[in-house]
């Protein structure tokens, strides 16, 4: 199924020139970056001082109440999260590009369904990560401590973002739903109060009666044509 006409699931005509400034200010686009830069937050800080060395333990333990799955846990997140961020501002730029209706909601179930669940799985990790912080004791020196309370602070801000970029995705899925289902006919004037009535083509005043007119010529038994005599 290819489109006719441009707005699909919210998207321009497909073709269209690309305007980079435009494309920028996108609320879609802009939400997108601020994920993107999240995650970089996110996993940078757990990956850089997240983790400290115990000589009485002889090992590496996470900060976040010796919690090695607390770390891990919020490693991932960010990291997968960056490369998705990564992935839908490019699809951004090729939506617009898309010619399928098809295409176009799939791309948009698929940002929708990601969005919902990494927007509910930072609130997990925002939960986590904030317990497992206030039942452990202060590192030596207090190093590392600001990069924690960072990846705390941006995987609760990264709830928001997330839960942003799937309500855009909603709100094009309704309009590609609205497209979908809007009547492609017309109204009858007697089915529907105040209507407006069909207009007549030119010289319709001239019909006979029941509304059809007599044809012009008639087949005549030989197969020829013989013209209609005109009756007054």
């Not at 970089?40 to 983790?51: P, R």
């Not at 369904?113 to 912080?133: D, H, K, T």
């Not at 839960?163 to 289902?181: D, N």
């Amino acid at each position: 199924m290819m489109m006719d006409g441009g707005g699909a699931f919210g998207g321009a005509k497909a073709g269209a020139a690309f305007d980079p400034v435009t494309f920028a200010k996108k609320p879609p686009v802009i939400l997108r970056g601020l994920c993107l830069l999240f995650a970089i937050i996110v996993f940078g800080c757990i990956s850089s001082e997240g983790w400290r060395y115990d000589r009485t333990k002889r090992r590496e333990t996470c900060l976040f109440n010796d919690d090695g799955n607390a770390c891990n846990f919020g490693v991932g997140i960010g990291v997968i999260a960056f490369l998705a961020a990564i992935g839908f501002l490019a699809g951004e730029y090729l939506f617009e590009q898309m010619s399928s209706v098809k295409t176009r909601k799939h791309y948009v179930l698929g940002d929708l369904a990601f969005s919902g669940l990494w927007a509910f799985l930072y609130f997990v990790a925002f939960c986590y990560l904030s317990n497992e912080w206030s039942k452990s004791d202060d590192p030596p020196g207090g190093v590392g401590v600001g990069n924690v309370k960072a990846a705390i602070a941006f995987s609760f801000f990264s709830i928001f973002s997330w839960a942003g970029c799937g309500f855009f995705a909603y709100t094009r899925f309704r309009q590609g739903a609205e497209q979908a289902f809007a009547p492609a006919y017309e109204v009858d004037s007697g089915a529907m109060p105040g209507a407006t009535a069909y207009s007549s083509y030119p010289g319709g005043q001239d019909m006979g009666p029941g509304g059809y007119s007599e044809p012009p010529f008639n087949t005549g038994r030989g197969g020829g044509m013989e013209y209609a005599t005109p009756t007054y």
